[in-house]
């Protein structure tokens, strides 16, 4: 996974739920069939070195679903 996909936002607009200004908890759709999740760091869990764990709100979980139609 060498190349940079495409990111396609689902959660986190601008003054809605949990999300005051852009640095909020966000789930992103990638061109390659996979999300990506920005949120608070989350230390309680060691995952192998390049790796990383980030917790969401339920409710960004919940946003992100609805945006794809589920």
Known sequence: MTENPSLTRLTGRPNGPNCDDDDCPNVYATD???????????????????????????????????????
């Open 32 to 70: 390659r069939d996979t999300f990506v999740v920005q949120g608070d760091h989350f230390a309680a869990l060691q995952v192998p070195g390049g790796e990383s764990a980030v917790e969401i709100p339920r409710s960004v979980l919940e946003e992100a679903v609805r945006a794809l139609g589920w």
